[in-house]
């Protein structure tokens, strides 16, 4: 799968976890909800990736699949891995976890594309504005081995943050 197409005049936002089939997808359907709702689609592209080639082409855990559908969203997904050549096209990386930020650290100290914003998606939540990043207490932990209520619980964590970051987008854009 490849990656961008050149900057374009939209901001573009990916937002990354291990796999791309677990908490980056359920990031991305509720942040494009949020966006919607706040009239910012046409000027605010937002998908999703994941550090790992292991679910490349899959769709979204059913789990994960079920409560983005059960809370209300809704999310077209095919896994992909990100790699350090699609820097140069986003605006905002949001990192899932610590682990994922470290890893995309070094790809975007590879990628030499100082445009390109590394945060961690929940430094976006009020109640966390305060912690520095990167920090584990900002980690959108990996429901993959858990049940439902873990795939509820990282739904809840993005909504806390998701209106932060559109609140964020706004100056971004503006």
């Known amino acids: 799968m490849g990656g961008y197409a050149p900057r374009v ?3 573009r936002i990916t937002l990354v976890c291990l796999g791309n089939i677990c908490r980056s997808p359920i990031g991305e359907a509720v942040l494009r909800d949020r966006i919607n709702k706040a009239g910012l689609e046409s000027l605010v592209l937002v998908d999703s990736a994941g550090t790992g080639d292991w679910h490349i082409g899959y769709p979204a855990d059913p789990r994960a699949a ?18 350090s050549t699609w820097f140069g096209a986003i605006d905002l990386v949001l990192a899932m976890d610590t682990e994922n930020y470290k890893n995309l650290q070094v790809m975007l100290d590879e990628a030499g594309a100082p445009a390109t914003e590394l945060r961690m998606f929940r430094s976006f939540d009020p109640a966390l504005a305060h912690l520095l990043e990167p920090s584990s207490d900002l980690d959108v932990p990996d429901p993959y081995y858990g049940g439902e209520e873990s795939f509820v619980l990282v739904l809840k964590m993005i909504e806390d943050a998701a ?8 100056q971004q854009i503006s």
């Open 9 to 11: 005049s939209q901001f």
């Open 66 to 83: 079920a409560t983005i559908t059960q809370y209300g969203y809704t999310l077209d997904h095919q896994a992909r891995q990100i790699n």
């Open 163 to 170: 209106d932060g970051l559109v609140a964020y987008l706004r």
